[in-house]
C-alpha cells in the first residue's frame, strides 16, 4: 500500500514539475517578472525533499554542478558582506543557492523532456512576436520587452538558439515534423527578437552557436545537406542584414563609427566609448587591488577617484558595473571571485561538451542545450554585466539546474 502511495505521490509531482518548467520558459520574456512564476512553483515543490527524503544517488558530476553554483554565491556574498553592502549584496548571489534545491527536486522527480523543449519554443516565439509588435506596430527604436533592451534582447537570443539545441530531441519524436518545424519556428522567433532590440551584444555569438551545432549534430550530415544548408545560412544572414525595418546593418554601422570615433578621440560618448571608458578605469583598479578588489562601494569610489584626476571621462561614473562580467567581477571581488566566476561557466560547459556526441538523442540534446547556456552568457558578459542583473542570473542559475538535472537523472538510466 505505501509503495503504490508514493508512486502515486512521485507521479503527482513529476507532473508538477513538468507544469513548472514549461512556465519557466513560456512566461520568461512575455509577462513582467515572467521567468520567476516556474522558477517559485521549483522551488515550493522541492520543500517535498524534507518530508519524503527521496534517494537522489548524486554523482561526483552532480556534486561539480551543486558546488560551482555554491562557491560562486558564497564568494560574492562574503564579498558583499566585507564591502558593507548589507542584504542588498545577497540578493543575486543567493539565487545560486536557491538553485541547489532545484537541482535535487528535478532529479528526484525528472519533468518530462516535452515541457521543457515546449516552454523554451512557446517563450521564444512569444519574445519574437512582442518584439515585433514593440518594433513594428509601436514604432519603438527598439525592442524592450518588459525588461531592459539589453537583458530582453540577450535573452531572446538565448531562448532561441537553446529551441536549436532541442532538435535533435524533436527529430526522433514519435511525430517528428510538427515538432521539429515548432522548435526550429522557436529559434526563428528567439534570435528575431534579439535583432528587433537591437541589442548587439548577443549578436557574436551566433558563430560559436553554429560550431557547437556542428559538432553535435551537423558531422552526420550527407555532404549535400550540408551544403545546401550553407547557402541557406549565407542568404538568411545576408537578408537580415539588408532589411532596414530590423536595424540590423544601422547597428552594425553604428559601432564601427563608435569604435572610430572613440579611436580618434573625435567623440568618447557613446555606447561603445563609454564600454571602453568603463573598462580603462576597471582597468586601472584592477592592477591596485588584483587579489581582493575593491567590492561595490570600493569600485565606485575607485572610478570617481580616477575621474577626478582625469584618468577617465567622469561621465561613465554614473554605472555601477563596468559593462563587462569578467572585468567588473575582477575589480570588485578580486581574482577569488573570477576564478569563481570562471568555474561557473567553464566546468558545466566541460561537464555538458563531453556528452556532445551521445548516442541518446535525449541526452545529446540537453547537452548541447548545456553548452549553449555559458557559451552564451561568456558572449553576453563580454559587453554586459550580465549577472548584475536579475534576470539574468536567474535565468542562468535555474535554466542549468534544470538542464543539468533533466540530464543527469537520464544519464543514469
Known amino acids: 500500500m505505501m509503495s503504490h502511495h508514493l508512486l502515486e505521490l512521485s507521479a503527482r509531482l513529476r507532473l508538477y514539475n513538468t507544469c513548472a518548467v514549461f512556465l519557466f520558459g513560456a512566461l520568461a520574456l512575455v509577462v513582467p517578472s515572467g521567468y520567476s512564476v516556474g522558477v517559485v512553483m521549483l522551488l515550493l515543490g522541492s520543500g517535498v525533499l524534507l518530508i519524503n527524503r527521496p534517494p537522489l544517488n548524486l554523482t561526483r558530476q552532480d556534486r561539480l554542478i551543486i558546488g560551482v553554483m555554491v562557491v560562486y554565491a ?60 514593440q518594433k513594428l506596430a509601436e514604432g519603438a527604436w527598439r525592442a524592450t520587452g518588459y525588461t531592459h533592451v539589453i537583458q530582453f534582447g540577450n535573452l531572446s537570443m538565448l531562448m532561441g538558439i537553446l529551441c536549436l539545441a532541442g532538435l535533435g530531441w524533436a527529430s526522433c519524436q514519435p511525430r517528428r515534423l510538427p515538432w521539429f518545424v515548432f522548435m526550429l519556428l522557436g529559434a526563428f522567433m528567439g534570435i528575431l527578437g534579439s535583432l528587433l532590440s537591437g541589442s548587439r551584444g548577443s549578436w557574436p555569438s551566433l558563430p560559436f552557436v553554429l560550431v557547437v551545432l556542428y559538432i553535435s549534430y551537423g558531422r552526420q550530415l550527407p555532404g549535400l545537406i550540408k551544403g545546401v544548408l550553407l547557402i541557406l545560412l549565407v542568404t538568411v544572414g ?21 569604435v572610430a570615433r572613440y579611436a580618434s578621440g573625435e567623440n568618447l560618448r557613446s555606447s561603445v566609448g563609454d564600454r571602453f571608458e568603463m573598462w580603462k578605469g576597471a582597468s586601472h583598479l584592477i592592477q591596485e587591488k588584483p587579489f581582493l578588489g575593491w567590492g561595490q562601494n570600493g569600485y565606485q569610489d575607485g572610478m570617481q577617484s580616477l575621474a577626478d584626476s582625469g584618468v577617465i571621462n567622469p561621465y561613465v561614473t554614473v554605472y555601477g558595473h563596468s559593462h563587462n562580467d569578467f572585468i567588473d567581477t575582477w575589480a570588485k571581488r578580486g581574482l577569488v571571485g573570477l576564478i569563481a566566476l570562471l568555474a561557473l561557466y567553464l566546468i558545466p560547459l566541460r561537464l555538458f561538451f563531453g556528452q556532445l556526441n551521445h548516442p541518446n538523442h535525449d541526452l545529446r540534446s540537453l547537452a548541447v542545450a548545456g553548452v549553449l547556456l555559458p557559451v552564451a552568457y561568456i558572449n553576453f558578459g563580454l559587453s554586459q554585466a550580465f549577472l548584475a542583473h536579475n534576470s539574468g542570473v536567474m535565468m542562468y542559475a535555474f535554466l542549468l539546474a534544470v538542464l543539468w538535472g533533466c540530464f543527469t537523472v537520464r544519464a543514469k538510466t
Not at 543557492?97 to 512569444?126: D, E, K
Not at 545576408?238 to 554601422?253: A, D, F
Request: proline letters at 6%; aromatic letters at 14%.
Open 74 to 133: 558564497v564568494v560574492s556574498m562574503a564579498w558583499a558582506w566585507w564591502d558593507g553592502q548589507g542584504t542588498r549584496g545577497f540578493d543575486k548571489p543567493s539565487r545560486f543557492i536557491f538553485a541547489v534545491p532545484v537541482v535535487l527536486t528535478i532529479i528526484a522527480y525528472p519533468p518530462r523532456l516535452s515541457s521543457l523543449w515546449a516552454g523554451l519554443a512557446v517563450g521564444a516565439i512569444g519574445a519574437g512576436g512582442w518584439a515585433s509588435w
Open 238 to 258: 545576408t537578408s537580415v542584414y539588408m532589411v532596414p525595418q530590423l536595424g540590423v546593418q544601422s547597428r552594425v554601422h553604428q559601432a564601427y563609427d563608435d
